[in-house]
Structures are given as structure tokens and as C-alpha cells.
């Protein structure tokens, strides 16, 4: 399997390449060079396979003959043993057709944990293999950077820099980051918001010199294999609930569009995917892309859904790529747009093809508190705000009462204890693994929206960097 850049101008690499890359070099998306398929037998064979098993058939041809399939396998069965339950992740019933699928069971409550887990035994495997060091930079709205923390921390090949949004986490977010001693392991809380802290990961992938210096790579969802882990839930989901016989539908908290992406990548594969919705909070780029046809960024507002609030959303570029007949040139006059005016069109036949495929919609936050709300009333079913406006969405959209709708449950609402408390009167507890957490010591260092001192600080940290000058 070979990898092309969305915007053409980047070498086409194998799968090891492009997990190691995260980012490409003209700026654009790795994405594979065609779709893999699985036949209709193959999806309905996956009834009742434990989790890791229907991931190395889905994750297998993503990876070529790069990673030794004994060795594939023996990283999930790892990566997926740690995980509090045993059916990694279960669905719950809340109606008659509406089901959450609880992606939170990991170590550190999120569904970033379902690929970071397999990611962070990836890296450290193709490093190993390689001799190689890695400097990891990553931007963070309060899961990404706790689950790649968890997953990277303590690895001798590996320095793992954080950025996360100065006081625009909750509580347990931050300090799932800050209170992690581990020495290889660093938490910069940035004046700014998510989006600042994405664009100077990207412009430090963008500064080939600073990113060969320091064998930087990624673990937001830039990166390919993140998404490639997400794709195998959409399978399990499906499959419980009569997939390949029976079509099914999934609401999808979004922000970056790494996760209803992959959804889409699963649908590409062969699984009969009715529709994938968009769920956003007020930050509601998306929805409103989808509505005018125009991708326009607008100031981010604060809500009680932080990991959703993000304006610019990186891997909309891959379906772009995809819906517009895969034209590289197309993609770089999109994004040179972007840059330059804050904005694009997307064109009608492209319009059309996204539309054919996903809606979208938003919840404020008093449809948010009132979901809670009315859920934990009527289902007696405790949802996470973000979680929460996938429900929302779900029920603005429903099309076929006959197609069951599955809503990503991406965290577990004890990591928003004030605004579940507000909107239910229950306050969660967080797992006996955590339940210290808001009394360990933290350290984190605070640093300015500027590039200079962002790569200062992480050349200082990086062993990688202080290895090449020796
Ligand atoms: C809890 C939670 N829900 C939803 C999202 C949105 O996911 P994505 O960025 O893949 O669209 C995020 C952040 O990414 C998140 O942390
Ligand atoms: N919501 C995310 C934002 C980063 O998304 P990613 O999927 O691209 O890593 C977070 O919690 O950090």
C-alpha cells in the first residue's frame, strides 16, 4: 500500500513512512493510494470476533508487508487488553433505533485511546527497527494530548511535547497532561486557543530544516494511522447490529473530522453506511460548510464541549481530496485560499457528492445541557457533552426509522463533572485508576502563540536534537 499526499507535491510513501511523516512535506494529508475491500462474507464473519481480531483484518492491508502480521497482531492484542472492557467498545442501547458506542474504556477515558494505544506500539516498533529517535509535537483541545501522553510516555526513542490551549481544557483534561512525571514527557499550555495550537504544529512540520533536525512526527489525526485505527469500530458497531444485511447510521462528534472520517473510509471499504452525520457544538465550521458550500472560519467560542471547539478542521482536506475526484491542484487552490482569505467555495458537483453521503447539524449549549438532561432522565444514561451533541444530532437528522443510528460516545462524562452536574444534578467519578488525580502535582510550562519560542522549547527538550549537534 503506497500513500499520496493530498496536495500532490509530496513523495509517495509506504505505510511506515507516512506514520513516521505525520504531516506531509508540501503540507498536505497522507492518504492511501485506493481504497482496500472487504466483502460482504468477510464483514458478516466478524459477529462475535473479539475486538482485536476484526482490527488486524480492517488495519492488515493499510499496512502492506511492512509490519510482520505476528507482529500486527501481537500489538493490538496488547494494545486492546488494557481497555476496561472486554468488549473494547460496547454499544448501549437508548432506544428503540438510537445506540452509543462507549469509546471511552481506555486508560485515559477517551476514544483517542482506540488508535493511540496501537499507534504509540506502531512508532516505538518502526523506531526500534529503524535505530531512530522521534520528537513528537502535537495540539491538543483535552483527549489527544492525554491519550498520546499515556501511550508515548516513558519510551526511550521517543520526546513527546504537548500543546494544549491555556485554561481551555477542563480540570481532569489538564491535568491527565500536566501530573504524568515521566522525563520524556512535556505539557506547554499555550495563550491561545486549539486552533493556534494546530498551526504551529503544522508550521513546524512546515520548517523542513527544524523538522529534520529533530525527526519530528505526529500523532494528531494528521496522522494516517490514527485514522486507520478509528476505522475498525465503525465495523464492530455495525456488524452487532446486522451489518452487512442491514444498513446503519452514525452520528459523529466532530471537530477535527479525524473520527467521522474514518467512518467514511469504512463506508469506502465495503460497510453499508446509511449516513454519517456531522454533530458539531456552536464552533459549527462544518455544518455550516455543508449548508452554504462555503468552508469559512469564524472566531472559536468556549463551550462545555472544549475537545469540539476548533474552527479549522484538518482532515475535512481528505474528503475534499476524495470528493473532488482525488485532483491534487484542486486541493492546493482550496487551501491557498484558506490561508490567504480565511476561506473557500466548494464547488456544486463536489457539494453535492459530500452531501450524497453525510448531513450535518449543531447543538448549542442549551440543546447540550438538555440532552443530558432528558437522557439521564428518560434512559437513565449519564452522556458527556460531547457525546451528548452526537445524540442531539441524531435527532434533528433521522431519516429511516427502519436504519438504527449509532452515536460515537467519545468520552466518559467524568472528564466534565461541572457541566454533567449542571445539566443532569449527578456528578461523575472518575475510575479508581484516576481518582487521585486532582491531587497530584503538575508541571507544565506556559508559552506565547509564537513559532520561535514554541521550537526553542522543544529543541531544548528533544534528545533528538541535543543527539545530532553531539
Ligand atoms: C471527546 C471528543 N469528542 C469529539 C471530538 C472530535 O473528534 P474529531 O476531531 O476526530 O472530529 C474530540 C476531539 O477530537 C474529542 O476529544
Ligand atoms: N479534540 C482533539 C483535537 C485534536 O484532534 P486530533 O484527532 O486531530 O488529534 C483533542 O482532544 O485534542
Redesign the pocket.
Known sequence: MRYISTRGEAPVLGFSDALLAGLARDGGLYLPESWPQIDAATIAGFAGKPYWQVAERVIAPFLGEEIAPKDLRAMLQEAYAAFAHPAVTPLVQLDDNLFVQELFHGPTL???DVAMQLLGRLMDHVLKARGRRATIVGAT????GSAAIEAFRGLDQVDIVILYPHGRVSDVQRRQMTTVAAPNVHAVALEGNFDDCQALVKAMFNHHAFRDELGLSGVN?INWARIVA?VVYYFTAAVALGAPRRPVSFA???????????GYVAKRMGLPIERLVIATNVNDILARTLETGAYEARGVVATS?P??D?QV?S?FERLLFDAHGRDPAALRGLMASLSQSGRFEIDAATLAAIRAEFDGARADEAEIAATIGRTWREAGYLL?P??AIGVAAAGKTARDPAVPTVV?G??HPA?FPDAVERASGVRPALPAHLADLLERPERFAVLANDLKAVEDFVRARSRSARGAAA
Open positions: 477517551a476514544f483517542k483541545s483535552g483527549d489527544t489525526s478509528q459523529v462528534p466532530t471537530g477535527n473530522f479525524g473520527d467521522i472520517f474514518a464541549a475537545s469540539m476548533i478542521s482532515n458527556d460531547h457525546t460515537l467519545t468520552a472528564k
